[in-house]
């Protein structure tokens, strides 16, 4: 009686042990949320050269990253407009899981709806997680024009290249048309990224049978094993 009892537990977490490993894992797809993205404005011809408006940013889903008048480094070469309301309409860079979404103003002050940064400008984004493939589609608001929307997953086009884990966007690329907004009009760019998932393991060839079914066979077996040892000992007092 004492040996059984003592067996007993071992018994218990070797079921529970088992359990553990039969119980199926699944992984979460996987995207930008929740990872380090490093973003980059940069236009020599502005002034505005390597590391001098520079963020480091963790995406999250609210809020947005970068904006203007935030307090980052690209926050503070970002224009803001106002709508016909007279509120604030600025520009901002809002990751998300598989993408990045980018209002960009037409500020220039010759009134041509060029972003108004010289020949060069870009926005540079590295650090992308390794399961970026590459760039899915791109939307853009119907003001924007000389910029194209035609993904090529992965390579460049006109206005935007990917390479490996970075994202580079053509500034001076874009024309944004009017839109009602004063005193610059505002575009959206939405770049969609090609992920690639994780998938779950395949399942065993014979299914297993579930966690319960399993601890009642144990216990189940260890209630024969203690009749089997009830009946050992009633023989044995008994000869």
Do not use: K
Not at 11 to 35: D, E, S
Not at 106 to 120: E, I, K, L
Request: aromatic content about 6%; hydrophobic content about 40%; charged content about 10%.
């Amino acid at each position: 009686m004492t040996r059984f009892t003592l067996r007993l537990p071992s018994i218990l977490v070797a079921i529970v042990t088992a359990m553990g490993f039969l119980v199926p894992t699944h992984q979460a797809q996987a995207g930008l949320i929740g990872t380090n993205v490093n973003a980059e404005l940069l236009s020599t011809l502005d002034g505005i050269n390597a590391g001098d408006a520079e963020d480091t940013v963790t995406v999250a889903n609210p809020p947005i990253e970068i904006q203007a008048g935030d307090g980052t480094n690209i926050g503070a070469w970002m224009y803001t407009s106002t709508d016909a309301s007279n509120n604030a309409v600025p520009e901002y860079i809002d990751f998300f899981d598989t993408g990045v979404t980018l209002r960009i103003a037409g500020a220039d002050p010759s009134g041509s709806g060029m972003t108004g940064y010289s020949s060069g400008a870009e926005y540079v984004f590295s650090g992308l997680d390794p399961s970026i493939l590459g760039i899915d589609s791109i939307s853009l608001s119907s003001n924007i024009s000389n910029f194209p929307n035609v993904a090529q997953a992965p390579g460049c086009t006109a206005g935007i290249c990917f390479d490996s884990s970075t994202l580079t966007v053509f500034l001076d690329q874009m024309i944004i048309g009017p839109d009602g907004n004063l005193p610059a009009p505002m575009g959206l760019v939405t770049i969609n990224f090609t992920t690639q998932g994780i998938t779950p393991p395949p399942p065993p060839p014979n299914p297993a049978p579930e966690p319960m079914t399993l601890l009642l066979f144990g216990i189940g077996l260890a209630g024969l094993g203690l009749v089997r040892q009830r009946r050992i000992q009633w023989r044995l007092a008994r000869a």
